[in-house]
């Protein structure tokens, strides 16, 4: 039982040693490599002796067993949101992961998984921390057999190394467990620089003194719309039947590409980031920004005389920035008065948001209105969808009681199928996107303009693991004015930008826009 313990103890500081930190690099031939960190901790172990062994020991105990906590986070990151984890600045992810699983589960199975989640980090570390200390026993006390080993050991891995030699596409010759933990150390010196960096762009803002009456002269009268499409990226333009439903929508419209900040979530990264006109790629930027007075683009058209509206179904818990983000009032999950059920994440169906920002921010007489929406119905985990009504039957939302179905947990698109997820999720592009058509057929006219806009691609297990960031963006209107005031863009004609449409960084959207219907800004 005792040499079993040893061996099982060996054998896992071994595999948290070698253990990629990518999910599609997890295959048995990954551990099939040696790490160089453990011949060097048992080069150290064998050179030391009494107390000073033991302390090392627990050292690099719990080291690793730290180190092992990190990794799967990492793989948990780079499953979701396609990067590793980032300890500093990553705080508000994890809350937004514990709202995702709260709107999607409900609030005992957001508890459950916050108390498993520290559980499990707390198993993990004691495990490997007692399996260091086990394997330490078993070097110190067959001190000439582990000296042959470590010098074997320490040939071959030199040998590998010059070679090059791979496994599963990783080095033979690991020494991932000092890389990721030189990854994390160096990564608290970026964030610092970060900041200062984020700091003096944000100073940079050429639209901070423009006065009102110079902002967006081309636009006046008009109402015009920013609505954030859920999840919709590139790579949902590869779907066939999607083609056939933007090509046949008749609608006027420009499309092109814009790179996201994000990727599987963070929504709210490339909302302000579009919205200011500054790159917010992490939570430590999110935060800070509401601290430079920026123009965002609610500010420069409340500046110019429009009313202003955020409509947030996906929100449920406030949203405390409306004044810098420039939003004269904000209609969140709570105040949408939808009396249907959920659909998983979605509080409620993308045609049920649309129908009642028609009625309560469009109703006629309305003053001219800027308007952000979010529609939310093609989250993750993309199933169960609601299907189209005829606009004059949907009500208070009752009549989806039938659509709704079981919700899934928020975990299950790892687990299942990649081909189903990837169906599931192009199925609720399509439903979102054909109900947004059907909304600017139906309400659309001459004084409506909308900028449709993707916040980021979806989760690599739907994208089929493509790094890709952009996403399509497409401006909408039936005045043909508007859309000649976009001629310099380059943009194409439709509402499917090509393979080839140009692409801009998502942060430069709002100079560009602001540029194109509005003189250019004061220096």
Known sequence: MSRARSVVAVALVVAVLVAPDAVTDLTPAAFVRIPLELLVAAAVLLALRGRARRIAAVVFGLALGVLTVLRLFDLGFSAVLDRPFDPLNDAGLLKGGVDFVRSSSGSAAAVGTVVGAVLLGLAVSAAVTAAVLRTAHVVTAHPTPSRRIVALGTVAWVVFALLGTQAAGLPVASRDAATLAATHVGQIGADLTDHREFQAAAAADAYRSTPGPELLTALRGKDVVLVYVESYGRSALTDPTLDTLLDGAGLPARSAFLTSPTVGGGSWLAHSTLESGVWIDNQARFDDLGATGRTTLATAFRRAGWDTAAVQPGTTSGFPDADFYGYDQVLDAHHLGYAGPNFSFATMPDQYTLTTFQDRLRAPGHAPLMAELTLVSSHA???????????????????????????????AILTTDPAVVRANYLASIRYSLATLISYLQTYGGPDLVTIVVGDHQPAPVATGNDPNRDVPVTIVAHDPAVLDATA????????????????????????????????????
């Open 381 to 411: 985990p993309w199933t169960p969808l609601p299907t189209l009504l005829p606009w004059a039957q949907v009500g208070d939302g009752s009549g989806y009681a039938s659509m709704s179905g079981p919700s899934l947990a928020p975990q």
């Open 488 to 523: 310099g863009w380059g943009w194409e004609p439709g509402l499917r930008p090509s393979a080839q449409a140009p692409v801009w960084g998502m942060d430069t959207f709002r100079d560009r826009f602001l540029r194109a219907f509005g003189p250019r800004p004061l220096q």
